[in-house]
């Protein structure tokens, strides 16, 4: 992706984003669905807002293109989008859950709250360990490798011997 490129999404980004403001629910469905197939982080950030649309036809394809991105940040999003008075959005948010995370597979609408509850926790669970994860990263793209080596030893020492055998390896 050209300089050139990458500006020519945000023009065409920042055109759709005032879309999703159209009094036609059809003009901010178009608009969703462009934003999907453009797929940047700015389109995942519009695509989140377009989940609280009055129109559940907006929000169910909101829903089923913010999954299609498997873009972790997306996540918080469609937990939230569980709780849509729709039974059709609901359902949409949960395979979308699915999707990006590999888990929750038992969740469906008529589950009992107890899996709901589990399933809700379980994306939850992985998503704040995908924020913990990115953010160890950042702190150990920061280092020094003398420094990366120094933590990288400490967490080896930490490890029980079976652990050891597999890290090393």
Known sequence: LTCAEAADDLIVVFSLKDQLGDAEPEVRIAAVAALREIATPECVGYLMLAIND???RVRGEAIVSLANTRDPAAV???VEALKDSFPAVRAAAAEGLKFITNL???WHETAPDSVKDFCRDAWNGW???HVAKRR???RYGEMTRVE???EIEARLAARTENERTIWQR
Do not use: Q
């Open 54 to 56: 009055p129109d559940v």
């Open 76 to 78: 918080p999003a469609l």
């Open 127 to 129: 998503y704040d360990a």
């Open 148 to 150: 990366l080596a120094d």
């Open 136 to 138: 160890l990263a950042l």
């Open 104 to 106: 929750g597979k038992d």
